[in-house]
């Protein structure tokens, strides 16, 4: 990890995986011991497409600095087509995203599948480094409903 | 040779063809009417692009044998178009010479209605020398 | 509010080596709706499990979250401890603080702030848990199986044997399919019909084999276990229990003008007529498109020479309905359309000719009684041209994106075949590359290379063009040698590319089956489940999921019948409790959730709606359990919010974000 700790920023990242591949592809980096940031935390659904764009909207209004969807590779989701539909609805809500101000580097689409241990930890590796480039989120935080 | 790495993209983007998409069938050499008179053929006018040699390709006197039938356009089963990676060849030494043999003007008056616009356009530039 | 225990693990010392699961318990305790924490070093053991259950009887909990390895190590596991305790299973969530926790981080502090993280949000997701019930279809004990090729066939003799009644349903009159047509098979070149006929006559004979031909699936409604289908049984014009097979009305038939199917068009058959001599069953059909009793009204010579009067014009379609419990598609291909190909000259001459073509050419039963000739002149031929890849392997509209797979194999057959009878032919392949991986494939089309001479260049023809003198002309490149070739040739076989039958997407569609670009059925998994469809319930077999020589065929209809027969062994169908639910209120009966539904387990209905108070009449979506498999693509798709899946709601999903985030 090249990544700079001195400074006091903390990115919070949240990651979608789907179950069959992502999710199973974050279990082989693990049980193989690939590190990636603490920064990031997975939330498990069933398929990319169950990622509904409010649950992205819902974490940059909580103060996420950056959301990944993690799906089966295209053509290999375990519900045939469920990460076309995942990005396709991602593409139209990042791009939305991006004019309103969150950066289209906060936003990512991967595809891992359950062998790929190690493009799951570079890829995390590479998308909390672009966070870190880019600092805190800070142009929604107004927008924020504070609990 | 950096220009070579240039002049093969510019080939690339004028005639729109990927030569990565070739599967070295040969159907383009076996349906060209030229085929015995050039010196570089067809199908290795799409791996001399890929392999980016394109000082020999400009020296080629194919170029000027290509009647641009574009019999191997139609018929290449992977949309490779070695026709349109000859006339772009043509179109980049054409375009690093100087004067027009014709001008623009001209052109109205010698035009044939029946004439596919492709051909005469790469009929311009073949008897230009 | 639940009333929440949580469970750390330490996994000796995988996780508690790098978390502080201590703390993990402490922060767990001031969490809401936690009213129970503790840790243990192997909560997966029996004595782990035996403290969630004490903690889930003592407490009364209502939810359980275990701080463990990964769900798909153990969800089941504590899932099951937890339903012996009395607790609904899916009221158990995992906080995976191994794989994506202690296993990935060195620093204890940064870790155990992700554990504890990972712990809240898997608490503030059990809070919103609803207890799930696992429901029970049942299963029809029979199987469909559509398509009667050696897929078919192979399908349901081993269904058959496993003891469920099978129904073949075959389009053509009789089953047989492609491989019927075949001369010899390679790489061991036995005949063909020797070793499928057998076959045939096994399924026709067998108790719980039921066929179907000359018939067509019309209509399929119903879900795994449970399927209805129609199908039509055509009007063959001659009563099946009376006929005897003797064969006089074909040979009496006075219309014997009507190209010949089985015979690729190459001859001419009767009005009525059996496919070929080992049709199965073996009692004619009359072609109503071409006989002239239809036609004109005026003939009706079969009915006459019939001696068991088992001809009846006034025969009608009968359509029969049957339920089943698992349906197998093995529908098969046939060869693709050339007309786009005047290149080859395939339309232009008698003499540029199929491969298939060539087959019955070569067949003792076929066009020319199994003498190589021309269909020209009937002269025999000296030079021999075959182009390999005619409509495979193409990027551009006029044929296929995938390799054939058959056709390097029996054109090395056909060279060798021909160069074995007749010597004194010449035959040339031109190629672009030759693919034989497969048991003794190599070492075969070697063989006529070494042995039989068979001239293979590599390089594709450019054209054909006949001659005046009936000839041949073949232009083609020699890449090797750089040079162009022009090679006169007395007959052209083309090896065309295969493609799934046309009806299949009109099957498919029936089935909501997937079906991809090139009309081939999708697996469910390209690897790991290569016969199923992911429509539950739906199997493939053979061609129809993707090009395949003969072995492989009839080893995927083994696997196909299979897992039929693992569906069909059980007598209820547990379907999983995690699937899509429309909230009838919020519904406005768009139908936009159906669409995006892969599996067609979206219907509507009209119901009877109480909103508040107001009671009509509304058109509302309404999901089918048993075919739902809880992707979610529906949930995202409804515009009003009325779709949720149980088990990964909106609300769970947020307050997991709203965890995490906060």
């Not at chain 3, 750089?482 to 089935?511: C, H, S, W, Y």
Request: glycine share 6%; aromatic share 6%; with cysteine.
């Amino acid at each position: 990890m090249s990544i700079n700790n001195n400074s006091e920023f903390k990115p919070k990242i949240v990651a979608f995986c789907c179950n069959w591949c992502s999710y199973a592809g974050a279990d082989l980096a693990g049980s193989s011991r690939l590190t990636y940031p603490a920064d990031v935390k997975i939330i498990r659904v069933p398929c990319s497409c169950r990622v509904n764009p409010m649950f992205i909207l819902r974490a940059f209004e909580k103060g996420a600095d950056g959301v990944i969807l993690c799906g089966c590779h295209p053509g290999d989701c375990h519900y045939t087509s469920g990460n076309f539909y995942a990005r396709r609805r991602m593409t139209l809500l990042f791009s939305m995203l991006d004019y309103i101000g969150v950066e289209n580097g906060r936003t990512r689409v991967e595809w891992v599948s359950a062998a790929e241990g190690v493009k799951f930890s570079a890829t995390m590796n590479s998308f909390v480094e672009k966070i870190y480039s880019l600092g805190k989120n800070v142009r929604l935080e107004d927008l924020r409903c504070k609990n | 040779m950096k220009s070579e790495k240039k002049q093969a993209e510019k080939i690339k983007e004028i005639s729109g063809v990927n030569p990565l998409k070739c599967m070295k069938c040969g159907k383009c050499s076996a349906t060209c009417p030229s085929f015995a008179e050039m010196d570089i053929k067809p199908h290795q006018f799409v791996s001399y692009v890929q392999n980016e040699e394109i000082e020999e390709l400009t020296k080629s006197v194919s170029l000027w044998k290509c009647l641009s039938c574009f019999a191997c356009v139609e018929r290449c089963p992977r949309d490779v178009k070695p026709g349109k990676i000859i006339d772009a060849v043509r179109q980049l030494v054409e375009r690093e010479k100087d004067g027009d043999y014709l001008s623009p003007n001209e052109i109205p008056e010698l035009l044939d209605p029946e004439i596919p616009q492709q051909l005469l356009v790469s009929a311009f530039r073949r008897y230009r020398r | 509010m639940q009333r929440i225990g949580v469970f750390v693990c330490h996994c000796g010392s995988n996780i508690a080596a790098t978390v502080d699961v201590k703390k993990v318990v402490e922060m767990a305790m001031c969490e809401p709706g936690v009213v129970h924490a503790e840790d243990y070093p192997y909560m997966c053991s029996e004595a782990g499990q035996a403290k969630i259950q004490a903690a889930i009887k003592e407490k009364n909990l209502g939810g359980v979250v275990v701080c463990s390895c990964s769900p798909r190590m153990h969800e089941n596991t504590f899932r099951k401890a937890a339903e012996k305790a009395g607790l609904n299973p899916y009221m158990v969530e995992i906080a995976n603080i191994r794989e994506h926790c202690s296993w990935i981080h060195k620093n204890m502090e940064e870790a155990t702030e992700k554990a504890v993280i990972l712990m809240k949000a898997a608490v503030a997701k059990v809070n919103l848990n609803t207890p799930l019930q696992a429901g029970e279809s049942r299963v029809t004990k029979r199987a469909l199986v559509i398509g009667g090729g050696i897929a078919g066939i192979q399908t349901a003799l081993d269904i058959a044997e496993a003891g469920y009644p099978v129904d073949i349903v075959e389009k053509t009159p009789s089953i047989g399919g492609r491989m019927s047509q075949l001369d010899k098979t390679f790489p061991t070149l036995d005949c063909s019909a020797c070793i499928l006929t057998p076959k045939m006559v096994e399924a026709n004979a067998h108790p719980n084999i039921n066929i179907y031909t000359y018939s067509e699936v019309e209509k399929v409604s119903g879900f795994v276990g449970d399927f209805t289908v129609d199908i039509r049984k055509k009007a063959r014009s001659v009563d099946m229990s009376k006929c005897t097979g003797c064969g006089v009305c074909q040979e009496k038939c006075p219309n014997k003008k009507t190209p010949n199917e089985f015979n690729r068009g190459l001859n001419n058959r009767s009005a009525i007529y059996t496919p070929f001599a080992q049709a199965i069953p073996n009692v004619p059909v009359i072609d109503r498109e071409h006989c002239t009793k239809f036609l004109t009204g005026k003939c009706g010579i079969c009915a006459k020479v019939c001696q068991a009067g088992a001809v009846d014009y006034e025969q009608q379609d009968e359509i029969i309905t049957e339920k089943y419990g698992a349906i197998v598609v093995a529908t098969g291909f046939n060869m693709i359309n050339l007309d786009k190909y005047d290149e080859y000259a395939y339309s232009q001459s008698k003499d540029v000719i199929t491969s298939l073509e060539l087959e019955r050419i070569m067949n003792a039963a076929g066009p020319t009684k199994g003498h190589l000739e021309r269909l020209s002149d009937g002269k025999a031929p000296k030079e021999m041209v075959f182009i390999q890849c005619v409509g495979s392997r193409c990027a551009d509209k006029r044929g296929k994106s995938y390799c054939s797979k058959i056709c390097c194999m029996y054109t090395a057959k056909h060279a060798m075949l021909i160069r074995d009878k007749y010597p004194d032919v010449n035959v040339t392949v031109f190629y672009i590359d030759v693919r034989t991986p497969g048991k003794n494939f190599d070492e075969f089309y070697r063989r006529a290379v070494e042995e039989y001479g068979v001239n293979y260049i590599k390089g594709q023809v450019g054209k054909v063009i006949p001659q005046p003198d009936g000839k041949l002309l073949v232009q083609g490149s020699d890449l090797l040698s750089n040079k162009q070739i022009l090679k006169e040739a007395d007959m052209v076989v083309l090896a065309a590319a295969i493609e799934p039958e046309p009806g299949v997407r009109n099957i498919a569609t029936m089935l909501t089956a997937s079906i991809d670009t090139n009309d081939f059925l999708t697996e469910a998994h390209a690897k790991l489940r290569p016969v199923e469809s992911p429509t539950a319930g739906i199997f493939l077999s053979g061609v129809c999921q993707g090009p395949k020589d003969i072995p492989e065929t009839v080893s995927q209809a083994g696997a196909a019948a299979v897992k039929a027969i693992g569906l069909l062994a059980k007598d209820k169908l547990t379907t999983n409790p995690c699937t899509a639910k429309a909230d009838e209120l919020m519904c406005n009966g768009c139908s936009q959730c159906a669409n995006v539904c892969p599996y067609g387990a979206i219907s509507y209905e009209t119901k009877l709606i109480n909103d508040h108070g107001v009671r009509e009449d509304r058109r509302v979506a309404v999901v089918n359990s048993a075919l739902c498999q809880g992707c979610g693509a529906c949930t995202v798709t409804c515009p009003s919010g009325a779709m949720d899946l149980q088990g990964f709601s909106n609300r769970q999903i947020l307050a997991e974000v709203d965890a995490i985030c906060r």
